[in-house]
C-alpha cells in the first residue's frame, strides 16, 4: 500500500499546483490582453448616454469594482480571496444577479448532463471496441467504419443531427431547454418526466460522439494485447477462452482509462458547444450569452469553474487508475 | 524521398484521404474563379430561400418569346401542386364531419370533390375536435382552391398613369411556356440562402477556404511551438526538461479550448481577425504535439550517429537540426495534419460561441453554423442553412484522419493489418 | 524396458495464409521419446522447429492448421481427441510448453500466484487456493526460486527471474513432457547457467519425464540433451545421439551446421568451421527431391529427381540422403584432410 500512497500524494501534489496554475492563468490572461476590459464594458454600457460626465462616472465605478487601479499582486489576492468566498462579482448581462447566482443555477445542469454522459459512452464504446476486435468477421467490418465516421463529426454536429431527425422531423422530443417552457422547476413527477425527456438528446448526442471515439481506440488496443505472448501461453497453458478474455481486456483498459483523462478536457468542451445547440440550460448556454452580453466577470467566472471541473475529473481518474491498476498497488520491491 | 512516396501514395486509406481533402481544396480555389460574386452580399430579401433554381418572373411575362406547348398532364400537375393527397384526405374528412354522405365523396374525382367542397364549405363551421390550427388550416386549403379548376388565362393589364385605370394588355394563357435557357435572370441557388439571404453556396465554399487557412495557420503554429518544445526538452534534459514537461503537463490538464474562449474574448471584437485567432488556437493546443516529439527525441537521442556528432563537436542547434529531425520528420508532418484538422474544429466551436473571427469580413465554417444556430434554422427546418456545413467539417476531418491513417501505416509497418 | 513417453507419427501441420496456401512447416515428422531423455532439435532459423514446438502440443490456433499423423502421449492418443477435451486434460496437465521470449509470457497485471491459480483451476477446478498456494511454494523451492516470487507482479523481476519463473509455472502440474523453445536465447550467461540447470533438475527429479529442447544454439545442447534431431525445411534429416550428431555427422546438412560453431570446448575445437551458403527453400513449394540438394556440396542430379525418406541405419541412427553413409564418411575425411 505504501506504493500506492506515494502515488496518491504525489497526484494530489500535481492537483494542488495545476489549481493554483489555473487561477493564475484565469486572472491573468484577460489582464494582459491590448485593452480595458473595463472601457470595453463602459462603452458598452454608456451606449446612447450622451452626458461624458456620466460616463466617466460610470467608468470610475467599474473601476473601483473590479480594482483594476489596485496593482496586480493585489487585485489577484482580492480575486483568489473572493473566489474562495463565492463571490464572483456581478453579472453584466444579467444584472442584478450575482455571476455565482448565474452558474450555480447552470453547472449542475451540465455536470449532471455531462459526466454520466461521457461515462456512458466510454463504457459503450470500449465495449463495443472490445467486441469488435475479438469477434471479428462481419461485427467488426460494420463497426469500424461507423466508428470512424462518428469520431470524426463534431460533437455538435451530431447535436444538430440528432435534433434535427428526433426533435423537428420526427417531432419525438422537444428541440430545447432543460424542461417545458411552461414550467417552473419544483419538485413533482411531472417537472422530472419533463426533465427526463428533456434530457435525452443532449445526453444521447455525447454518448454517441464517445462511443465512436473509445471504440476505435479500444478495438487497436485490444487487438494488440489478444496477440500478445501471454494470451498464447495462457492458452497453451490450457486456461479457457473466456478467462484469458478477462485479461485482455482489462490489461487494454487501462490505457483507455489514462486516453480518457488526457481528453477529458476536449469532450467537455466540445459537450458545451453541443449544449448550446440545445439551448441546454447549462455552462454552454451561459457562456453564449455571456458573450453575447459582453459579460467579462461572467465569463471570466464560467472558465475558471470549467476548468476546475476538468481538473477535478482528471485527477479523479488518475486516482481510480491508481486504484485499478495492481501494479500500482504492489509492495515495493526490494 | 521517391521511394517513400510511392509507398504512401500506394496506401489505400492514404489515397482516400488525400483524394477527399484534395477535391475540397481544389474546388475552393477554382470555385471563385467561375463564380466571381462576392461571398457575403446580400442577393434575398427574405430569409433562408430554399435551394433551387430561381426564375425570373416578370421576364417571363414579359420579353421573351412565348411558346405554346399542349401537355396533357399540365392540368392535373397544376391541381396536385396545390391539392396533395393529404389534403385530399382532410377534405373527406371536413366533409362527413359535416354530414355529408361518405358515399358521395369520391377523393380521386377532383372537379367533383371540389364542387362538393365549394357548396358545403363553411369557414366559421367548428367540427368537434378540432383546434383553431386546423380550422386556419382549411380556410388557408379553401383559399388556395380558388380557381384551381379555371382554364381560363391570366390578364396582364396596362395601368393609365393619370387615370388610375387598368386597360388588358394581353393574356396569359394556360398553355404558355418559356425557354429558360432564353431568360436573361436565372439564378441557380444549389443550396439556397441563408438568414440574411446570402447565397449559401458561395458563402460555403468561401467559408471553407477561410477555415482552410485559419486550420492552415494554427496547425503550423501549434507544430512549430511543439516540436520546439519537444527536442529541446527531449534532447537537452535535466532542468530545462523538467520545466518543459511541468509546463505540458500543466496545459495538458488546463483544457486548450477555455484558455481559447478567454483569450478570444479578452481580445475584443475588433482585433479578431482570421488570422489572429488562428495563432490564438495554435498557441493552445500544442501539446499532444510537443509530448509526442520529446518522446521521440528521447529514443533517438542516445544513437549512436547522435554521439557521433557530439563527438566531432557539432552545435546543438546542428544536431537538431540533422541528425535528430529527418528521424522525427515523419511524425511531424503527421501532428501538423491532426493540428490542422483540431485547428478547423476549434475555430468552428469558437464561432459557434460568437468568439470567431470578425463577421463582417468573411465567412469561416463556424460562422455559418453560429448563424443558422441563432437564426434557429435546425428548428425551422431549412436544412441547407447548416447541414452542408457540418458535412464539410465532418469530411475535412476524416479525410485528414484517413491520411494521418494511411501515413501511419506506412511509418510504422507494425500498424499494417 | 524403456517407456515412450512422446510418441509422434508422421505428423504434418500447415499454414493457411491469407491467400489460403498451404504451407507445410511440418512435414511428416516422426519422433520417440524415452522416459528421462532430453531430445533436442536443432537446426536455422525457419526451419520449422518452433512450429514443431507448438505442432507437439496438440492444439491448433489459425493460422496453424492440423494435416495428419498421430501424437501420442504416454499412451494416450491426443490427436483423435477433440479440442476442448485436449484443452482440459492434454494441456499443461500431460505436455507443457515453455515459450520464446519468456519474458514476455506472463500477465502484466497478474500476481504469479494468482496466474498459476488459473493454470491448476483450469485443470482442477476445485483445489482450493491455500492448497495450490503449498503446492507453488514447494515445487518453487524444489527448483531453487525463492517463494517471494509468487507474490510479485512480472514487472518486478529481473530477465533471468522471469525465464525460470515460467519455466516452474508451466511444470506446476507435472507434465510428462515438457516443450521448451529457446528458453536461454534472450539471457545473460549467468541467467543461461540458472535455466539450465533448472531444466536438468525438472528431468532428474522426475518432474517431468520427457524433454524436448528447441535450439539454434548448438553448444548448449550439448549441456543439456541426449539426442539430437536435425530439422532442415520442415523435415528431420538427421537422429541420433547427442555425440553420434555432433562428432560424427552423417547428413551434409548436419556436417555443416556442427562445423559452424565457434566454442572453444574440449573436443570441439577440431571441428573445421564452415558456413552454409544459400538460404532453406520456399515452402510453399517444396523442391521435389531432397530439400537440401540445391546448398548440398555432394548433391548429384539424382537428388533432385525423388524424395527422400529417413532411412534407419541402426542403434537410434537414422538421417535422410540417397548417398550411403560410408561414401559420405570417407567424403568427409577427404575434406577435412585438405584443410
Redo the contacts between chains.
Sequence with gaps: MKKYRNYFVNKLG?FL??LV??FV??FI???????D?VA?IVARLAQGQSNATGVQAVYEQYTELFGTNKPMWEQFIIYVRNVFRGDFGYSISQYPRTVADVISSSLWWTVALQFPAIIVGWILGNTLGALAAYLKGNFDRILLPIS??L????A??MA??L??IF???MDIFP??GGYGHDMIPNPSLEFVWSVIVHYQLPFWSIVIITIGGQAIGMRSMAIYELN???V?????????DR?IIG?VF??AM?PQITGLA?SI??M???AL?AE??FSYPGLGTT??SA??GGD?PL??AT?LI??IM??VA?FALEIFYGLI???IR??Q?D | MKHLLRQIFRSGKFVVGFVIFMAIVLTTLIYPIFVTDPPLEIISRGTFLPPGVYVNVYDSIGGVEHYNLVLDDAASRRIANQLSDDDRLAMQEWLIGNEVPESEIDITDTAALLELWTNNFDPTVRLPGMTNADRNYYIRLNSRLDGLLDTEGVVIAEMNEESGQLTEDYVIEQNIYVNVGELPNIRWLPLGTDNFGRDVLNELVTATRVSLNIGLVAGVVATIIGLALGMISGYIGGVVDDLIVFIT??F????????L???S????QE?RGAFTIAVVIGLTSWVWTARAVRAQVISLRNRDHVNLSKLSGHSTIHILATDIFPYIASYVVMALILQISSGI?AE??LS????GPRTTDVPTLGLM?NWS?IYQA??S?Y?WA??PV?LV??LI??SM??MNTGLDQVFNPALRD | MTNIVLDVDELTTKYITRFREDIYAVDHVSLQVEEGRAVGIAGESGCGKSTLALSL?G?Y?PPLHYSSGEIVIDGQNITEMHPEHV??T????EI??I?Q??M????????VIN?IE??IH??HPRMPKKEIYELAVERFQLLGLPPEVL???S??LSGGMKQRT?IA??VILSPKVLIADEPSSALDVTSQKMVIKMLKDLMDKGIVKAMIFITHELPLLYHVVDDIMVMYAGQIVEKGTVDEVIFDPIHPYSRALMGSIIVPEEGLRDVKLTAVPGTPPNLKNPPSGCRFAARCKYAMPACRATSVELEDIGGGRSYRCIIPEDELRKAYEREDKER
Design positions: 500535481w499546483v495545476t496554475a489555473a492563468l484565469n490572461l484577460p489582464r494582459l490582453m491590448p485593452g476590459p470595453a470512424i465516421f469520431s470524426n463529426v463534431p455538435f454536429g444538430v443531427v435534433l434535427v426533435a423537428v422531423n428541440t430545447s500478445a505472448d501471454y498464447k501461453y495462457a492458452r497453451f497453458l490450457g486456461i479457457k478467462k485479461y482489462r490489461n487501462l488526457l478536457g476536449t467537455i468542451s466540445g458547444v448550446i445547440i457562456i453564449l458573450v453575447l467579462y465569463i471570466s472558465t470549467i476548468t476538468v481538473l482528471f491498476d495492481p501494479r504492489a509492495a520491491s | 503537463n500543466l495538458t490538464v488546463i483544457p486548450g479550448f477555455v484558455l474562449i478567454l483569450i474574448f479578452s481580445i475584443g482585433q474544429l468552428a466551436g459557434i460561441l460568437g468568439l453554423m444556430m435546425h428548428i427546418g436544412w447548416y447541414f457540418i467539417i465532418a476531418s476524416f484522419n484517413l | 502440443m492444439y490456433f484443452r482440459k492434454i494441456l499443461g496437465n507443457a510448453y515459450p521470449a519468456a514476455n509470457a506472463l500477465n502484466p497485471t497478474m500476481k496466474f488459473d493454470v483450469a485443470h507474490q510479485k507482479y514487472v518486478e515460467v509455472t508451466s
